[in-house]
């Protein structure tokens, strides 16, 4: 037993040293509040939604990414320590929405209906007797354009140089220079997609490993106390016996 726990919590020492904190953004949710986070769609993205759909910007797909964690106070797993959420676009449209989780990783396509705000509100699910509170960790939200097929604004601005003396031959074409912007732009949205799943992944590591933890100390504070709950017994009943032998004794020699 005592293995198992040094064990826990050198991997638990050890993932906080490479890591770091644990926690994207975290509060203490309590029971009978809704509260929300928010999140804007990047000024640029938006710049580019409105010059390419001037009419009607819900044309545009938008991609919503967010991953949350729902544990106790003490940052551990609870079946009673859970969420009903909702994902609300900046038109107040109802997106995403699920009863009694612990957990959850969002990833969808929505109409571009704003820059902002979109929010995502969750509150303590009812229904049954549960805790007065929950720890709520946002481990990654975001909100972008996915449309990387083409590059963003490009623009050609006289930098005041003179190009008489420059080969331009070897100069790349502008549809070169998108296919480049493009790749880029899709290469930066993998590398997003990896950071966001892996930070997801190590908050749930951690949160999987503290609760081994502590199930571990209140089973050995368990055990300990029954053990010695045991042995107070039979000291007591050795104490009590022996106590009773002594006055039969002083009873017999007074006859």
């Known amino acids: 037993m005592s293995l198992s726990r040094v064990a826990i919590m050198t991997l638990?020492?050890?993932?906080?040293t490479c890591f770091g904190t644990t926690h994207g953004f975290?509060?203490?949710l309590f029971a009978g509040r809704e509260e929300c986070v928010s999140e804007y769609?990047?000024?640029?993205?938006?710049?580019?939604?409105?010059?390419?759909?001037?009419?009607?910007?819900?044309?545009?797909?938008?991609?919503?990414?967010?991953?949350?964690?729902v544990t106790t106070?003490?940052?551990?797993?609870?079946?009673?320590?859970?969420?009903?959420?909702?994902?609300?676009?900046?038109?107040?449209?109802?997106?995403?929405?699920?009863?009694?989780?612990?957990?959850?990783?969002?990833?969808?396509?929505?109409?571009?209906?704003?820059i902002g705000p979109w929010k995502f509100c969750v509150r303590v699910s009812g229904g049954k007797l549960l805790r007065p509170s929950v720890i709520v960790d946002i481990t990654y939200?975001?909100?972008?354009?996915?449309?990387?097929?083409?590059?963003?604004?490009?623009?050609?601005?006289?930098?005041?140089?003179?190009?008489?003396?420059?080969?331009?031959?070897?100069?790349?074409?502008h549809d070169q220079i998108v296919d480049i912007s493009s790749g880029l732009a899709r290469l930066d949205r993998y590398l997003v997609n990896v950071t966001n799943e892996q930070r997801f992944l190590y908050a749930r590591t951690v949160r999987h490993l503290k609760t081994a933890s502590s199930t571990l100390s209140r089973t050995y504070?368990?055990?300990?106390?029954?053990?010695?709950?045991?042995?107070?017994?039979?000291?007591?009943q050795i104490l009590v016996i022996r106590l009773m032998f002594k006055k039969s004794q002083k009873g017999l020699m007074m006859l």
Request: glycine share 8%; with cysteine; charged share 30%.
């Open 73 to 114: 106070k003490h940052d551990v797993e609870d079946a009673k320590a859970n969420v009903d959420f909702g994902l609300y676009s900046p038109a107040n449209t109802l997106l995403k929405n699920q009863n009694g989780v612990t957990e959850g990783e969002l990833d969808f396509t929505a109409q571009a209906d704003g």
């Open 12 to 16: 638990m020492v050890l993932s906080a």
């Open 26 to 28: 975290a509060w203490r």
């Open 41 to 69: 769609l990047p000024a640029k993205h938006w710049r580019h939604i409105q010059g390419k759909y001037p009419k009607d910007t819900r044309k545009a797909q938008v991609q919503v990414d967010i991953g949350f964690l």
């Open 221 to 236: 504070w368990y055990y300990t106390a029954v053990y010695g709950a045991i042995c107070l017994a039979s000291v007591s």
């Open 141 to 173: 939200f975001s909100v972008n354009f996915d449309d990387v097929d083409e590059g963003f604004d490009w623009e050609d601005e006289d930098d005041g140089h003179e190009d008489a003396d420059v080969d331009k031959s070897g100069l790349a074409r």
